[in-house]
Structure formats: C-alpha cells, structure tokens
C-alpha cells in the first residue's frame, strides 16, 4: 500500500472515531441532563482527548481551526441546557492538564485572530463603500 493511501486511511479512521465518540458524550450528556446518571471522569476525559488533536501533526483535518467548531457546535446536544453545559464545562476543566490548557488556549487565540481580522475587513469594507457613495454623490 502506498503512503497517500496508508495515511487516508488512518485520517478516515480516525475521523469515525472521533464521530462515534462525539455520539457517545452527547448521549451521556443527555442521560445526565435527564437524571439517570451523574457525571463521571471517564467520560468528561473524551472533551479532553479530542483537545489533544490540536497536536497532532498528521491530522490537519483535525487541527485547531476545526476543533474550534466542534466544541463550540458539535461538542453537546443541541437541547442541552445552558446549565447542563456549565456543568460539564466545569468537570471538564477540574480534569485538565497544562496540556489542555495550551491547546484549548492555541483554539480560542485562533478565534480571536479570526473575529479581529473579521472586524478589521468589514471596517474596511464599509469604509470603502462610504468613500465610493461619496464620490458618487460629488459626481452627481
């Protein structure tokens, strides 16, 4: 087998696991929102390894770009509560390592980076388009 096919393979297969084991912490948050169990280190450790992805250096698909959308879309039910999530957030950081730490702090600089460009394209977008009516309106 070659090496390109070898490693997406692997990219693959670690994609369904991270999938299936998304599946499985959104199911346990459900059980847990619903009374019939209370939360538990093993499960709250699966946030944490998913985190651990950002270093992965052959998983590009998987880096902190889109774990940032994974936490923040993917990560719990959609009917969770706001309170359920605090809970689990809670947990989750009661578990972290310095680890952890880097790499949730690597996502959201990332997302900072990201809004600050944002901000700064639309200001200059709407600065243009000022400038542009303006000029038109002196034509006129």
Known sequence: MSVSLISTLQ?????T???????????????????QITTSDHFEQIPCGMLM????????ELKSQSMDVIIAEDLFPAVLSFEEMTRHWIHMFSLFTPFH????????????????????????RKKEKLSYEDASIAIC
């Open 17 to 35: 696991a991270l999938q299936k084991l998304m599946d499985l912490y959104r199911d346990y948050c459900n059980r847990c929102s619903e009374g």
């Open 11 to 15: 990219m693959s297969v670690r994609k």
């Open 101 to 124: 730490v880097k790499a949730l702090t690597i996502i959201l600089s990332l997302k900072r980076r990201l809004q600050t460009e944002m901000q700064a394209y639309l200001a200059q």
């Open 53 to 60: 992805l950002c270093f992965e250096k052959d998983c590009k």
